[in-house]
């Protein structure tokens, strides 16, 4: 299903236009920072796919209801772990948060973004080495890998324009330098389970380790058919 997305359609140009639509048929989703509109083949099942990967929010609050379908959309999740401050602090903190992530175009479309409750979440988020002091918190987890980012130096920045300075805005400039810096790839990666040390173990592999562990095994039947032949040949001497 199309979980929380309204579904409607109209016939009226002037309508299209008011909503920056093109003046043919097409399929418009709007969020909480925009709109997209759908470029791909005209069918239903095309159709039905772009819909439901672009079916949430821009920034999600993230819940048991929604956190599996999000991290399955082949994006890391930037995720702002909140708790401990005022309402008044939060809610600025994500509006920020918000406009920040989506008016960087490259991080706007490599992450999948939300937040959560770090209160209620807080036994998750102790297995990555935060805690109540730590929050709030911005780190990136990938659901596919099992591993995670966090960068505890930009956090700091983060609180300090936020805490002390009263200066939510500013707040986003390290958060925004630390999704960067992940999406170049630069910033240390961390294990969640054994899944995620499996992962960090693949990524010393190099490039073509598939081949290489082939080669490896032509090599030992290659070795194995070599004893046997000499063995049998030895016998018949």
Do not use: C
Not at 115 to 140: F, N
Not at 144 to 149: H, I
Not at 219 to 234: C, D, E, Q, R
């Amino acid at each position: 299903g199309l979980g929380n997305v309204s579904v409607g359609y109209t016939a009226d140009v002037a309508a299209w236009k008011a909503l920056g639509a093109p003046t043919e048929p097409t399929v418009t989703l709007f969020n909480d920072v925009g709109s997209e509109q759908y470029q791909g083949t005209w069918n239903q099942m095309a159709i039905g796919n772009w819909v439901e990967e672009h079916r949430f929010l821009f920034l999600e609050q993230l819940d048991f209801s929604n956190f599996y379908s999000i991290s399955r959309l082949g994006k890391p999740m930037a995720i702002l772990a909140w708790g401990g401050r005022s309402k008044e602090v939060h809610d600025e903190l994500i509006a920020n948060y918000r406009i920040a992530a989506s008016s960087d175009e490259e991080i706007r479309t490599h992450f999948a973004f939300g937040y959560i409750d770090g209160v209620a979440w807080m036994a998750w988020l102790e297995q990555l080495g935060l805690s109540h002091d730590t929050l709030p918190y911005l780190l990136v987890y990938d659901a596919e890998t099992k591993l995670y980012y966090k960068n505890d130096t930009a956090m700091t920045k983060m609180h300090i324009h936020l805490l002390k300075l009263n200066n939510p805005k500013a707040a986003m400039q390290p958060a925004v330098s630390f999704l960067q810096r992940v999406q170049a790839g630069v910033e240390d990666e961390y294990p969640l389970g054994m899944a995620g040390y499996i992962s960090l173990a693949l990524r010393l592999l190099p490039p073509n380790y598939p081949w290489v562990w082939l080669g490896i095994v032509v090599f030992l039947i290659g070795m194995v058919l070599i004893f046997a032949l000499t063995g049998s040949k030895g016998k018949s001497d």
